[in-house]
């Protein structure tokens, strides 16, 4: 247990930044079955907008160090490729 002032203070906001960090990846991971799942489908459209709102709290979460920076540039790349592989065979 932590002995000094600031060090019980310390451990409150590493407890508030863990739920915070959690419930962001949580967010992540949802978005990112949703896009898989359309893309599986070959819903476009859907698709599209889905993978444009997981960009979008990808690029969120990489400025704040909550994934890391290439992490989240792989994985938008990736789900983009397939994303562009529905529009040649359809």
């Known amino acids: 247990m932590a002995n000094k002032k600031a060090a019980l203070k310390?451990?409150?906001?590493d407890k508030k930044k863990h739920e915070r960090n959690k419930s962001a990846i949580s967010e992540l991971r949802t978005l990112t079955k949703k896009a898989e799942a359309?893309?599986?489908?070959?819903k476009r459209d859907e698709a599209d907008a889905?993978?444009?709102?997981?960009?979008s709290r990808m690029d969120r979460a990489a400025k704040t160090n909550q994934i890391k920076k290439?992490?989240?540039?792989?994985k938008i790349s990736r789900l983009r490729s397939h994303?562009?592989?529905?529009?040649?065979?359809?």
């Not at 310390?10 to 906001?13: A, N, V």
């Not at 359309?38 to 070959?42: D, G, S, T």
């Open 83 to 90: 994303w562009a592989k529905i529009g040649a065979s359809a």
């Open 38 to 42: 359309l893309i599986e489908e070959k």
């Open 70 to 74: 290439g992490n989240a540039s792989r």
């Open 50 to 55: 889905a993978l444009k709102q997981l960009e």
């Open 10 to 13: 310390s451990l409150r906001q």
